[in-house]
């Protein structure tokens, strides 16, 4: 068990040169890392970093994981008020956001308010994930309502409306990741019976990382991959983006070599 800051331990020297003096000598952590200090002693750290993280996060839930009422939460992120220990905040945030799945393997090497201050990108990628699921299958499937009877076949209520809000999440404000969860657990649950009945099995993260997989391999199968690379839940956030610039390239790509046709005479 520890607290406080990660220093780098060593078990020999850590200084290099021909000068025997240094042989034996061990320089302070502060010179290989600098000293963390307080979230307050560092001015702007809670309106840039911690403070945005709060809302995709959940501020009632951070101040319930604090022992506080829902309200001081929601004041931090209305802006009404300040907390008095910002940076067990962003402990927090952390703490409940990794639980949530939006936790990055490097996050072990950065501060607390660090990782805050990629949440709220991290939460956006989410969203654009469940808008361009929602897209992929509703090609693959012909039409938003023909996906709709394939997620629901006998199901009272009609969840075409819902599918067209979830592809309109691309443009939208970012929403908390709980409920960005809830409907990427539904499109995973879709995704792993298609992928039922195409004889096929994959073994992935639990939680929310791992509905973004199933979510993944399944696009993968659509797209006609010869074999599906699983993604790690990092790189199911990294390969949207990526997805979108090649795709935008392409776009722009045959508009210039539009723009240099040229012009059909009358």
Known sequence: MRDGERW???KEAAVFGDDPQNAFSLPAPETIRPLDLSSQDRPGVWETAIKPALIPVGPAAVADRMGLAPRTGRSWAMGEREPAEPAKVARTIVAIAQELGLGFATDDLNRAEEICAELP???ALVQWLIAAATEWLSK???AVRALARAMQPAG?????PSL???IALQSAPVRPIGDLNEIMARL???????IRKRGRRFIV???PAGDRQIVWVLHQLLTGADSVQMPSPDETLIILPSLVAVA???ILAEALRGADRPAASE
């Not at 009272?156 to 075409?160: G, M």
């Not at 995973?188 to 298609?194: L, V």
């Open 156 to 160: 009272d209520n009609d969840i075409e």
């Open 121 to 123: 990108m991290r939460v």
């Open 8 to 10: 780098l331990v060593l």
């Open 140 to 142: 693959e499937f012909g």
């Open 164 to 166: 067209r809000r979830w």
């Open 188 to 194: 995973a649950d879709f995704c792993r019976g298609e």
């Open 205 to 207: 993260e639990p939680g």
């Open 248 to 250: 935008f390239m392409a």
